[in-house]
């Protein structure tokens, strides 16, 4: 066992006993019946935590212990709680061990005093963690406000009549105890909470740039305030950016598809040239058969852009509905403007390449179709060139008469 559970187990045995000072002694007064009980677990546990006098300590139901450093392996008993604050204000952490006289108070017990040392410490601990510079004496905090700068230097010296002015303690304890815990977090998120802490800090002392050690510990409830204000503030920013960045690559990812598409698209429309290669062909074909046989081709050539254009408007809209779906669960970010403003920007751009594109596919497949019905009006005129000539000129006074 370690002398903390020595003493915790001291602490229960002795709990509810009154104590007093008699020269270098503090003396714990005991129940008879628990001296009885216990007489030889007092003795044993005293010799554990290091004192010297344990087998002659018990007198009369009393226990004396010798205050004198010589009596003890290790001084751990103070006479009261300023002799042990003067003890121990310099020091990094409060000690883990300790026995103090009057009143009488264990590690394990529930004082006052010793929650507002406690406050003291982890305020010490903290300003450790978030200083610019710090040491066992002091801690310098450089802060910024409205583009001037100003340091702080806050000493870690208080008097035990300071120490004892601090009001709600309880509250405060609970408060600073969980506000450094918080602070150890060691995850992605420990550098921007000690940020946030110095900015607390910064706001509720801005108004006085001499502020001391003694204000932080007193204004304890208000940092913490302001702290949990600014982290929220915080964790908003941070999961808009987030969002934002999911937006970018919602974005970034539509755009490469749709760019693969219209690459793919102008792959087809490369079967244009070759349409006008064989409808070339029709000038210098002079058989009905060669004739027949590049229409043919015309035809297939325009079947091909057809069926390909069709996938693709196909494929267009099934995107243009996953773009939709995508981004209308931002779109009902109500409470962040920014959020909705950009998820709609984004989608607009999307649908607006969405329809260019298609539009893009509609030119191809009317040039296709032109080589082909050109094609093959050609190759008529060429065939039976005195019908089409009658043809035209019958269609050209129709249109005359109806016109006028």
């Not at 010297?52 to 709680?81: F, G």
């Not at 969002?243 to 087809?268: C, G, M, P």
Request: charged share 25%; hydrophobic share 40%.
């Amino acid at each position: 066992m370690t002398i903390a559970d020595d003493l915790s187990r001291l602490a229960q045995i002795i709990n509810g006993a009154s104590s007093r000072v008699e020269g270098y002694y503090t003396v714990i007064s005991l129940e008879e019946s628990i001296v009885i009980v216990n007489s030889s677990e007092i003795i044993r546990l005293l010799q554990s935590i290091g004192y010297k006098k344990a087998t002659t300590c018990i007198e009369n139901n009393e226990i004396w212990l010798d205050r004198q450093v010589s009596s003890w392996d290790d001084a751990i008993i103070y006479e009261n709680v300023e002799s042990f604050w003067s003890r121990v204000n310099t020091q990094n952490a409060l000690p883990k061990n300790y026995i103090i006289g009057t009143p009488l108070i264990l590690p394990t017990s529930k004082n006052e005093s010793i929650e507002k040392i406690h406050i003291f410490f982890m305020w010490k601990d903290i300003l450790s963690l978030i200083a610019d510079h710090h040491n066992s004496d002091c801690s310098v905090l450089f802060f910024t406000n409205e583009n001037k700068s100003y340091t702080v230097e806050l000493t870690h010296f208080l008097q035990y009549s300071e120490i004892n002015r601090l009001s709600n303690s309880s509250l405060k304890y609970e408060i600073i105890k969980e506000l450094l815990d918080t602070i150890k977090i060691n995850d992605l998120h420990k550098s921007e909470r000690k940020l946030v802490i110095r900015s607390a800090i910064n706001e509720v002392f801005k108004a006085n740039g001499t502020f001391n050690f003694f204000d932080l510990l007193n204004s304890t409830e208000h940092v913490r305030k302001k702290y949990d204000e600014l982290y929220e503030i915080y964790t908003k920013r941070f999961s808009v950016n987030k969002i934002l960045n999911e937006l970018d690559e919602k974005n970034l990812e539509f755009t490469s598809k749709i760019n693969e598409f219209i690459s793919s698209n102008q792959t087809k429309a490369l079967t244009i040239p070759g349409a006008l290669i064989a409808a070339g062909g029709l000038v210098k074909a002079n058989e009905t058969t060669e004739a027949i046989l590049i229409i043919a081709g015309l035809w297939m050539i325009k079947k091909v852009n057809y069926i390909s254009i069709e996938i693709f408007n196909e494929t267009f809209d099934n995107l243009r509905s996953r773009v939709e779906s995508a981004f209308d669960k931002y779109l009902k970010f109500e409470e962040n403007k920014e959020i909705k403003d950009n998820a709609d920007s984004i989608k607009s751009g999307i649908t607006g390449l969405i329809d260019k594109a298609k539009k893009r596919m509609r030119t191809v497949k009317y040039l296709a179709s032109a080589m082909f019905y050109g094609g093959l009006i050609y190759v008529g005129y060429k065939q039976f060139p005195v019908f089409f000539e009658k043809s035209a000129v019958n269609l050209f006074y129709f249109l005359c008469h109806t016109i006028s």
